[in-house]
DNA sequence: CAATAGATGTCGTTC
DNA sequence: GAACGACGTCTATTG
């Protein structure tokens, strides 16, 4: 770990070097400006900063307020420093698509790199992936009779997540959503429709998620489709955490 | 700005405390686990990360990789903190949905706070509204002939791009992308089966953006659907920028 | 490498 | 406040 109080230019262009050179996680605040141009393009006037440069090549300029960083190039990037004159430049550039990142530091008020040891990875619960398991677990969350044939069935246009057959022999298209939006009816839609093409006998398409929106569920409707809202509490309690509903068609 | 190497439990309770009060940026630098509960819930193991407090209650916590941070809260957050026997923990509520992010400090290497002043605010360009404008100042981009009828025509299913009329009469539904996906596709048919119903006589669907997949442009003939690619560079230079392919239905 | 969909997405805008 | 779509989305997964 090196820190350094109100550095100057020169001091600072050392810090970051030698950081770059040893993989260390460098912070900077000070007063700067950004320029971006690549994907789109923006200009950042001048103002007080935090600037994170990870040994990945990621480098995120993060204002006081707000979650996301103002400006950033993802890991794989590459960071420069130089000195011109009293303005120091920091200067990142992505290459694929090629984007690049320029901070103009007028003034710095602290300078620090670190060398962090983490080989801790999240482990995240919840997920859509845990929906879909839990379903093939139970299919019966699905409707009872419903038997599962494969998972992640891959389509022309795109991968059903779940896709199976009712007890008459109809198949029975799944999407899971942990929020059921527009963009899942029309997911679900391009999928029946598809099979619909293919798949003699009559095809189904049902909703699974824990959360619906109004409008969805008039959508839903308008489409023929059913919906199953799943209680993702319920089923980890492995109680029964469905409410059907089917619409007539 | 206060800075503290290797604060004691106690210099970093006071350091943050202080530093919430004020209305201060914190960085955290140390080693720690992080609980997550909320929309969905999560584990991650110490580990030595960098841990970011923002006035407006943002909570960020950044491994040594990766774009994102590992763990947050957003905005609006209420940060506490507090001290344990040797572990100081670091907690924050969201209310609405309500999530909570634990930290557990085993040691801090670094704390520091800031006090940000800045005013400046982004200035974005290339943006879908950009393209969305381009369209209308030259509606000739979409087909000779086109004339805009509304902008941002709002209907039950979402807000359509552009609507308007052919030479002949017919009402066309654009909607513009940056980059066109299934999705855009799918939001495209969603508007243009609702004015068939309203509307008379032919309804057209173009797809407007910069950059197309193949995959896309099958469902676009599927679905009898006409698309447009823009370039964004040509159009800023006020050059023909567009090539135009009806498909026939 | 392109393409596709998920995400604790976040964020802005509209209803 | 809910809902809906854009985003320089980012990221993982798969062909």
């Known amino acids: 770990m090196r820190v350094v109080l109100h550095p100057s230019p020169r001091e600072t262009l050392h810090l970051v070097e030698e950081a ?20 789109s393009s ?37 960071a420069k420093i130089r000195q011109e ?12 698509p090629r984007e690049n990142v320029k901070i103009t530091f007028l003034q710095v008020v602290f300078a620090g790199s670190f060398e962090l040891v983490d080989h ?11 929906l879909v398991e839990t379903l093939i677990q139970h299919p019966n969350l699905v409707e009872p009779g419903f038997r599962v044939v494969k998972r992640e069935k891959p389509t022309r246009y795109g991968v059903i997540d779940l896709y199976g057959m009712d007890g008459e022999g109809n198949t029975v298209v799944v999407e899971v959503k942990r929020l059921a939006s527009f963009q899942a009816v029309q997911q679900l839609r391009r999928y029946v429709d598809l099979l619909k093409q293919r798949e003699p006998g009559e ?20 489409c023929g489709f059913e919906y199953r809202v799943l209680n993702p509490r319920k089923i980890n309690k492995g109680e029964k955490g469905v409410q059907s509903r089917l619409t007539d068609y």
């Not at 770059?20 to 994907?39: A, D, S």
């Not at 004159?85 to 694929?96: I, V």
């Not at 095809?203 to 308008?222: C, H, I, P, S, W």
Request: aromatic fraction near 4%.
């Open 120 to 130: 801790a990875e999240l482990e995240l619960r919840g997920t859509e992936r845990e």
């Open 85 to 96: 004159d009293e303005l120091l430049l920091l200067e990142s550039e992505r290459l694929k």
């Open 20 to 39: 770059l050179r040893n993989g260390e996680t460098i912070l900077l605040v000070g007063l700067c400006g950004v320029e971006y141009e690549g994907r």
């Open 203 to 222: 095809v189904r398409g049902v909703l699974v998620a824990t959360r619906f929106t109004r409008g969805v569920k008039a959508l839903l409707e308008d």
């Open 42 to 78: 923006a200009t950042l006037p001048p103002g007080e900063r935090v600037v994170f440069l990870k040994s990945d090549g990621t480098l995120l300029v993060h204002q006081r307020v707000g979650n996301n960083p103002i400006c950033w190039n993802p890991p794989g990037s590459r």
